[in-house]
């Protein structure tokens, strides 16, 4: 018998209920957005925010970013952890973006289909799913879910894809959900409810709205 689970147009507003509905508004151009998601990776949101902010300071263009050394880029987001591997990725993406488009600026990827910009994206130095997938929501605001820890959790909790440690099953689940009516306000509803509900250890079922349609809550109960 076909396990039955929540619809993604339903989570959406079940989570809208237990959480807020969220607006898309952009979180910077597209290279901002994908600079800060590099800066972002293995360390805390606090620390990346940090050293974002520090290398805008320190270089106030990407073009400025582009022409200094990677030493000084290290030196300037060292707040982020991973200096020298993080310089080392930004030099390159910025490199590759002026060579591809002549400018520092992704703007010309906002058209062009989903699986083309992945494509892309991925094809940068340390850039993974995630990295592009946040590019192209956070920036252009297209129909794409980043997976996080939190996002991964909430998936194959619910039952929606098989508990897996592969992120990029979840990715799949999530790509090209066409009756999900907004990606970004599921997305932020779906990290909210990982970090404050739906928690790695400990989860709040007594407190979460999903949990008549969970398949980890029914697990649990037909357990005790
Ligand atoms: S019922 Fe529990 S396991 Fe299921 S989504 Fe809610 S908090 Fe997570």
Redesign the pocket.
Known sequence: MQKKTIKPNRLEKQLEKQHRKREWEPHGSGLDVLISTILSQNTSDNNSSRAFKSLKRDFPTWKKAAHARKSSIARSIKAGGLATIKAAYIKSALKKVKADFGSHSLSKIKPKPIEESLDYLTSFDGVGEKTAACVLLFAFGKKVMPVDTHVHR?TH??GLIEKTPNRQKSFQFWFGQNNIVDYYNLHLNMVR?GRL???AQN???S?????DR????KE?MNDD
């Open positions: 909430v909790r619910l409810h509900i739906c928690r989860p709040k079922c407190e979460c709205i999903l949990r969970c398949a980890y809550y649990r």
